[in-house]
């Protein structure tokens, strides 16, 4: 397969990215060197560059290949994540009040106001673990499936060894994205994701067009994909499997057989996604360092929410950006319209997973015509430096803040900045390390929101418990937080023998094996359970805490001016906005029914 990239396809590559060169520069420039300003862009972001630099950090490169890829092989079913828009609703109206009051750079930070220190240390550790092993693990790999795609016979010699195309670009993405972010701080990240928020839209925009003109309509879309490929809610065991135990036969990474029983596994059943989807979603949008930074740039509570609210309108857009795009190319593949694509699919008439993980990439390849297809590479290209930029500020302003700045008492406001640019490096670093050990994984975007799945109720339940019950106190909250990690970490060491195809499996009905084949959903569930009854419990136990310490940190500690100012912070237009997201959210829910 060789590449379509043409000379005016580098032409508009080249244009976007001097683009992005100039406002990254400016910003640079303008950016003053002190720690609010390195990683809060001096708190002066306005509301449309923080909804459009939220919207970019999530929809990064593991959306426009993950999603594109599960549009292919599983439908619409994950679009119950895109239609989550309503969590960062949840993020505009419930914290931003208390995340705004307390003027924190960081969500463990404000953990340990409402909790104790104790508290701060272990959510930054984890924070940082979860930002590592999912986020940039995963950016590297959309990178580098993106890269092996559109230029698969780039290739560089170096003393004797090849160096193919996915290492190129996971290389020159992870570093000029380094670069940049190093240099700008939070300020650069913001402005060049609402650069890149322009260019995403339209060219994936275009992508969705030409791929329905291609096969024809909406109408031979449903057509070929099958009304199964539309419904949401997916039943808890699939059609044609009998008995609650009934094995199937799965492939791993390495492509070795491993067996699952599917009364414990399934294709996003209805189940996982109405209890454990929500979860993700609410830690993900609320409390997530990596998104809820963006909303601490602005100067106050309405810019903050308007912000939110903005963003949870561009949130409606991936479901026909990316999953749509992903369920075309099946439909395109299935038909023979687009000969080149016919290979994703296996002899059942299905996807092959592996495959499809370059779904989007392959239609860029084969259905736009010059110039326009550039404009879609420099899309994807922004996604993927986008995403990467963005947990690299977060993980420079969590090491930064609530790591060195505790271990070094008095640090200058230059020490502090040097600081976040060298963790800001030394995540690169890190990142590069990353990619062998994520170039062969499959299934990116299930390995994505597992990760997440493991490791992000804890955090849900103490943000949400705390904020909503003032009885809850720093023991609770602590203990709460070790019992969940333990438990999300323990699923992950032993999947992760079977997910490297280092273990083919563990002998069936063992307990190993059990724990090896919950769906990762449910087992989300159950750590989401352990995580709260923990908490209340030692909370309950225990004594009660200092009420005058946590005003204004939870619902029933707010003081009659705290709700003046929230109330004075907003009007109808707010009202509206939301109103208008949550109407849209109902017609997706309404219209993919199957």
Sequence with gaps: MSSRITGLDWLMIALYFSILLCVAWWVIRKGRENAADYFLAGRNLGWWVIGASIFASNIGSEHIVGLAGSGATSGVALAHYELHAWCLLVLAWVFVPFYMRSKVFTMPEFLERRFS??????????????????????????????????????????????????????VAVIVLTGLYTTLGGMRAVAYNDAVQVIVLIVGSALLTGYGLVRLGGWGELRHFAGSDMFNLWKPLIPHGVEGTWAPIIQTNAAGQVVKQAWYFNGNFPWLGMLFCAPIIGLWYWCTDQYIVQRALGAPNETVARRGS???????????????????????????????????????????????????????????????????????????????????????????????YEKWKKGATQHQ?????????????????????????????????????????????????????????????????????????????IVDTPVTMGIKTGYPEGSFLWIVNNIYFQYFSVLITIVSAIVMLTVSYMTPEPEYAKIESLTFETRTAEDRKQTRMSWDWHDVLGSAVVLVCILGGYLYFRG
């Design 117 to 170: 220190e104790n508290s701060r240390y272990v959510l930054s550790i984890v924070s940082l673990i979860t930002f590592v092993i999912s986020k940039i693990a995963v950016g590297i790999f959309a990178g580098g499936v993106v890269f092996g795609t559109l230029f698969p016979t780039l290739k560089i010699d170096i003393g004797g060894v090849t160096i193919d195309s996915f290492w190129i670009g996971s």
């Design 309 to 403: 609210i903005f963003a949870s309108f561009l949130k409606l857009f991936p479901v026909y950006l990316f999953i749509i795009p992903g369920l075309i190319c099946y439909a395109l593949a299935k038909s023979g319209r687009v000969p080149e694509l016919t290979p994703m699919i296996g002899p059942n008439g299905q996807a092959i997973p592996a495959l499809s993980n370059g779904a989007f990439p392959m239609m860029v390849q084969y259905l736009l015509p010059p110039g326009i297809r550039g404009i879609v590479v420099a899309g994807l290209l922004s996604a993927l430096m986008g995403s990467l930029a963005g947990v690299f500020n977060a993980c420079s302003t969590l090491f930064t803040v609530d790591l």
């Design 416 to 492: 502090i900045v040097r600081t976040g640019r060298i963790a800001t490096g030394v995540m690169v670093l890190i990142a590069l390390a990353w990619i062998p050990v994520i170039k062969g994984a499959s299934g990116l975007y299930t390995y994505l929101q597992s990760v997440q799945g493991y490791l992000a109720p804890p955090i849900f339940v103490v943000f949400f418990l705390g904020v909503f019950n003032k009885r809850v106190n720093a023991q609770g909250a602590l203990w709460a937080m070790i019992s969940g990690f333990a438990l999300g970490i323990f699923r992950m």
